[in-house]
């Protein structure tokens, strides 16, 4: 045997970028499914909690518009150490925080704890594992297609709720709000493990072919989050997100329980809304192809369309509690919350795209946290003053239109 030849090493195989990009994208569309799933949750929670302690509907609503505005402020604080510090650690902060929150939600007394909890706490983790970050990594994997990919990412959000408001109703009909908190803080703080063993180096770098051929645009660029601020498309995008959430959010959280109202049975009212997940799906994948065919204005303005439908769907079903409007309203609103998100997503990244985009467009998200929150709370505030769901109706109704007006008069949506 020569001992001088050269010894053979053991071949590793490449690993596929294309097969790199549907993990991560498989990745944020389940922490997504975690994250939304476990906020919407609340819609279920409202009526048990509220009968517990007695508590009115604006008391229990504002632990929901703390959450979303929790989660809007966090936005440009998550850009900016997922720029610094990167994937892995925006993510296990996130379900540590949702694990925490859940479990000390699980033994709360008073209305201050759970405002702390399921609040602040709940709002700050599903931020730190929803749309801010997985924007930005599905950016570096995808680039151009970007919009497809959040459209299946935004998705998530019906999943989410499609999955865990039914189990929440079943859990809460056989253990007590109680002890289903507890569960939801048990199952978090476990999922942490296995992310916290993923490839995160091969994650974070995004695909070669994109970093090569996006390195001289995010060289040239030089946007800071100041200089951002000082152009219009920026004020039109935070506007956009500010008051379709007002109008989205306002009904969302009343959902379940509006549903009771008018006569359905409390499953029954939670599976029905929970089917908007289903449903959300195509709205979001629908919307993203129409971006391709007939262009992104006309695909936004025919999304807004289809949510005012479906808000005067609701408006009707306290009058004729049937079927037939109530599959309508889950169809027309529910396909469309949240259907606006990718586009929005990607027209800011390539507006602002350069280093620091993951600050900037969390800055931009701010509107979204800002709206949800007041929307959520505004409308609890609405139903406690007038005990009727039709100021509410309308105050969504016109939140929506104000949404849809920057894509009517702002040159740099209007391309």
Same mark, same amino acid.
């Given at each position: 045997?020569?001992?001088?030849?050269p010894?053979?090493?053991?071949?590793?195989?490449?690993?596929?970028? =294309?097969?790199v990009?549907?993990?991560?994208?498989?990745?944020?569309?389940?922490?997504?499914?975690?994250?939304?799933?476990?906020?919407?949750?609340?819609?279920?929670?409202?009526?048990?909690?509220?009968?517990?302690?007695?508590?009115?509907?604006?008391?229990?609503?504002?632990?929901?518009?703390?959450a $979303?505005?929790?989660?809007?402020?966090?936005? &440009?604080?998550?850009?900016?150490?997922?720029?610094?510090?990167?994937?892995?650690?925006?993510? /296990?902060?996130?379900l540590?925080?949702?694990?925490?929150?859940?479990?000390?939600?699980?033994?709360?007394?008073?209305?201050?704890?759970?405002?702390?909890?399921?609040?602040?706490?709940?709002?700050?983790?599903?931020?730190?594992?929803?749309?801010?970050?997985?924007?930005?990594?599905? +950016?570096r994997?995808?680039?151009?297609?970007?919009?497809?990919?959040?459209?299946?990412?935004?998705?998530? !959000?019906?999943?989410?709720?499609?999955?865990?408001?039914?189990? /929440?109703?079943?859990?809460?009909?056989?253990?007590?709000?109680?002890?289903?908190?507890?569960?939801?803080?048990?199952? =978090?703080? %476990?999922?942490?493990?296995?992310?916290?063993?993923?490839?995160?180096?091969?994650?974070? !770098?995004?695909?070669?072919?994109?970093?090569?051929?996006?390195?001289?645009?995010?060289?040239?660029?030089?946007?800071?989050?100041l200089?951002?601020?000082?152009?219009?498309?920026?004020? =039109?995008?935070?506007?956009?997100? %500010?008051?379709?959430?007002?109008?989205?959010?306002?009904?969302?959280p009343?959902?379940?329980?509006?549903?009771?109202? !008018?006569?359905? &049975?409390?499953?029954?009212?939670?599976? $029905?809304?929970?089917?908007?997940?289903?449903v959300?799906?195509?709205?979001?994948?629908?919307?993203?192809?129409?971006?391709?065919?007939?262009?992104?204005?006309?695909?936004?303005?025919?999304?807004?369309?289809?949510?005012?439908?479906?808000?005067?769907?609701?408006?009707?079903?306290?009058?004729?509690?049937?079927?037939?409007?109530?599959? +309508?309203?889950?169809?027309?609103? +529910?396909?469309?919350?949240?259907?606006?998100?990718?586009?929005?997503? =990607?027209?800011a990244?390539?507006?602002?795209?350069?280093?620091?985009?993951?600050?900037?467009?969390?800055?931009?998200?701010?509107?979204?946290?800002?709206?949800?929150?007041?929307? /959520?709370?505004?409308?609890?505030?609405?139903?406690?003053? !007038?005990?009727?769901?039709?100021?509410?109706?309308?105050?969504?109704?016109?939140?929506?239109?104000?949404?849809?007006? &920057?894509?009517?008069?702002?040159?740099?949506?209007?391309?």
């Amino acid at each position: 045997m020569d001992k001088t030849a050269p010894r053979e090493e053991p071949s590793t195989k490449p690993v596929k970028p =294309a097969r790199v990009a549907l993990n991560v994208l498989a990745l944020c569309f389940a922490l997504s499914v975690l994250g939304r799933g476990l906020g919407e949750s609340f819609t279920v929670f409202l009526k048990p909690i509220s009968e517990s302690f007695g508590w009115d509907r604006a008391q229990v609503v504002s632990v929901y518009s703390l959450a $979303a505005l929790a989660g809007g402020l966090a936005s &440009p604080l998550i850009g900016r150490l997922f720029d610094r510090s990167g994937p892995r650690a925006v993510y /296990s902060l996130g379900l540590l925080l949702l694990g925490g929150a859940f479990l000390v939600a699980a033994h709360a007394q008073h209305l201050w704890q759970f405002q702390l909890s399921i609040g602040i706490c709940v709002g700050f983790g599903i931020a730190f594992i929803g749309n801010v970050p997985n924007s930005i990594l599905l +950016g570096r994997w995808f680039g151009p297609r970007l919009p497809t990919a959040m459209a299946i990412v935004y998705s998530a !959000t019906g999943a989410g709720v499609l999955i865990l408001l039914p189990a /929440s109703q079943v859990l809460i009909d056989h253990l007590g709000w109680r002890d289903a908190y507890q569960i939801f803080g048990a199952t =978090a703080l %476990f999922l942490l493990v296995p992310l916290l063993l993923l490839p995160w180096r091969l994650f974070s !770098t995004g695909s070669p072919h994109l970093a090569r051929s996006a390195a001289a645009d995010f060289a040239d660029e030089g946007w800071t989050l100041l200089s951002a601020m000082r152009h219009h498309a920026f004020w =039109a995008l935070f506007s956009t997100f %500010f008051f379709t959430a007002i109008g989205m959010y306002a009904i969302s959280p009343q959902v379940v329980a509006y549903l009771i109202d !008018t006569g359905f &049975p409390p499953l029954q009212a939670a599976t $029905a809304w929970g089917f908007s997940g289903v449903v959300l799906l195509f709205g979001m994948l629908g919307v993203s192809w129409l971006d391709g065919i007939i262009g992104r204005r006309p695909s936004v303005l025919f999304s807004y369309a289809i949510s005012i439908v479906g808000i005067v769907m609701l408006w009707l079903l306290q009058w004729y509690p049937n079927f037939w409007l109530l599959t +309508g309203f889950v169809v027309c609103f +529910g396909s469309m919350i949240g259907s606006r998100g990718p586009l929005l997503t =990607a027209t800011a990244m390539k507006i602002f795209r350069g280093e620091r985009v993951g600050t900037i467009y969390g800055a931009i998200s701010i509107g979204s946290g800002l709206g949800s929150a007041f929307g /959520s709370w505004g409308g609890g505030l609405i139903h406690d003053w !007038t005990h009727s769901y039709n100021p509410l109706i309308a105050f969504s109704l016109v939140s929506v239109l104000l949404g849809m007006i &920057p894509f009517l008069v702002v040159p740099a949506l209007r391309r």
